[in-house]
């Protein structure tokens, strides 16, 4: 090569090499229809082959819930378009444009194919290698006296950590509306102190997958019905214990001044323990309805996740579970309602229609109990918000945002647009 070449061949290797075009090797590497491919920003890519030969990319994460798309299947939605089915609750992301029936929009990447190189659009650096994931979690199987309580009987916390410990969700259920009553009425003064269990305790028979093992069959559309409220059981059994969890882990919090929460914190939380055991009260007896019950399927704990990640920080507690998931929740229900109201369940749409107005109240108490501890201690509160987000939530923000919703809930766009993914 004499110099000439190899000034053009260096020139032409630098232009690739600062292009968005990221290389994930030989075709042949790709036989399996969904590949998982892991993105340096945490927003991982599923790679697509089709059985003609052709390749597509997307967000991995199902912008519904999360759930694992690249174990999901492609089916054809009779308009010769393709699209990834997620596995959790059968939401359709077409191939080509990455919008769903639903009316949800997940992120597409352009892939081209170079002399048997497969090539994706994106800015992130790429990598086939599994970030290691986190190990099973065993769930909690402490009983109240393992748990190191300082609190007596007629306190918040010796009720919230025996609450927290209780596997049966119906006897959580029934424990949580006896101590809303009795804090309520006077009859628990004190919020006292415990250390709460790492894990709540849940029933043996129920079987807990972790986040991207539960892939569910088809069914009718009754059985997919089954399947969506038996997964919002799921998650209001998990916020139950959330809520119980921040009141006894941060039972004795203090302010940079000294002081320590007020007592209206404690008794928002409450009330809001109260909201998710009658909303998990609502969905289970309308599992039962339709003729099923719950623990008859899978479920997962992705939710305690976010818990352990947020257990030694108030501020990301809140910001992660209260003002990004419980937020997430109000964004994804108008889709969630029309499908029940598509296949003319009135009953479950009203129970949905319930639990979307307390939701909004549990996203405006995040917003409120975190505004107050930044101003107390002089923190900036968007950008304070901003950097947790970051720190502890993997990804991006992801519209459609409910932007009514968050808004009825004090959340305008400028706590959740800064965090969603620049456009390339
Ligand atoms: S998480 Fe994908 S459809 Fe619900
Ligand atoms: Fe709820
Ligand atoms: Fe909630």
């Keep these: 090569?004499?110099?000439?070449?190899?000034?053009?061949?260096?020139?032409?290797?630098?232009?690739?090499?600062?292009?968005?075009?990221?290389?994930?090797?030989?075709?042949?590497?790709?036989?399996?229809?969904?590949?998982?491919?892991?993105?340096?920003?945490?927003?991982?890519?599923?790679?697509?082959?089709?059985?003609?030969?052709?390749?597509?990319?997307?967000?991995?994460?199902?912008?519904?819930?999360?759930?694992?798309?690249?174990?999901?299947?492609?089916?054809?939605?009779?308009?010769?378009?393709?699209?990834?089915?997620?596995?959790?609750?059968?939401?359709?992301?077409?191939?080509?444009?990455?919008?769903?029936?639903?009316?949800?929009?997940?992120?597409?990447?352009?892939?081209?194919?170079?002399?048997?190189?497969?090539?994706?659009?994106?800015?992130?650096?790429?990598?086939?290698?599994?970030?290691?994931?986190?190990?099973?979690?065993?769930?909690?199987?402490?009983?109240?006296?393992?748990?190191?309580?300082?609190?007596?009987?007629?306190?918040?916390?010796?009720?919230?950590?025996?609450?927290?410990?209780?596997?049966?969700?119906?006897?959580?259920?029934?424990?949580?509306?006896?101590?809303?009553?009795?804090?309520?009425?006077?009859?628990?003064?004190?919020?006292?102190?415990?250390?709460?269990?790492?894990?709540?305790?849940?029933?043996?028979?129920?079987?807990?997958?972790?986040?991207?093992?539960?892939?569910?069959?088809?069914?009718?559309?009754?059985?997919?019905?089954?399947?969506?409220?038996?997964s919002l059981a799921n998650i209001e059994q998990w916020a139950i214990d959330l809520s119980w969890d921040i009141i006894a882990r941060f039972s004795s919090f203090t302010l940079s001044s000294g002081e320590p929460l007020p007592r209206q914190f404690f008794s928002d939380f409450v009330k809001v323990a109260g909201d998710e055991a009658k909303h998990y009260l609502l969905l289970e007896r309308r599992i039962t309805e339709l003729g099923s019950y719950f623990g008859a399927l899978p479920v997962h704990n992705g939710l305690w996740q976010s818990a352990t990640d947020t257990s030694q920080d108030l501020l990301a507690r809140l910001a992660i579970v209260h003002m990004v998931h419980e937020a997430r929740g109000l964004d994804v229900h108008p889709q969630t309602l029309s499908r029940f109201a598509a296949q003319d369940d009135m009953s479950s749409v009203k129970v949905l229609e319930v639990i979307y107005s307390d939701e909004i109240t549990h996203v405006a108490a995040g917003l409120k109990w975190f505004t107050y501890i930044c101003s107390e201690e002089g923190r900036e509160c968007l950008s304070t918000f901003h950097e947790l987000v970051k720190q502890h939530f993997k990804g991006y923000l992801k519209p459609p945002f409910n932007t009514e919703g968050r808004k009825t809930a004090g959340m305008t766009e400028e706590w959740y647009v800064p965090l969603v993914k620049p456009s390339s």
């Design 1 to 230: 090569m004499d110099c000439f070449e190899e000034d053009l061949v260096n020139a032409l290797r630098e232009i690739v090499n600062s292009s968005n075009w990221q290389c994930l090797g030989k075709k042949s590497n790709f036989k399996s229809q969904c590949t998982k491919v892991y993105s340096e920003d945490g927003e991982h890519i599923v790679l697509i082959r089709t059985e003609d030969d052709r390749f597509w990319a997307m967000d991995s994460s199902c912008p519904h819930e999360g759930g694992p798309l690249d174990l999901g299947d492609i089916e054809d939605l009779g308009n010769g378009k393709l699209a990834l089915i997620c596995p959790w609750h059968h939401f359709d992301f077409c191939l080509d444009t990455g919008e769903s029936s639903t009316g949800l929009q997940n992120q597409i990447y352009e892939v081209r194919v170079v002399q048997d190189n497969v090539y994706i659009n994106t800015q992130n650096a790429l990598s086939l290698c599994p970030i290691p994931e986190i190990n099973t979690v065993s769930l909690g199987k402490e009983s109240l006296e393992d748990v190191k309580s300082t609190s007596t009987e007629d306190t918040l916390c010796y009720w919230a950590t025996k609450i927290l410990c209780t596997p049966d969700p119906k006897d959580k259920v029934m424990l949580t509306q006896e101590v809303l009553e009795r804090w309520n009425s006077g009859k628990i003064t004190e919020v006292g102190q415990a250390a709460p269990p790492a894990q709540p305790s849940r029933k043996d028979s129920l079987t807990v997958l972790e986040p991207g093992k539960i892939k569910r069959g088809k069914g009718g559309t009754q059985a997919s019905r089954i399947a969506l409220l038996h």
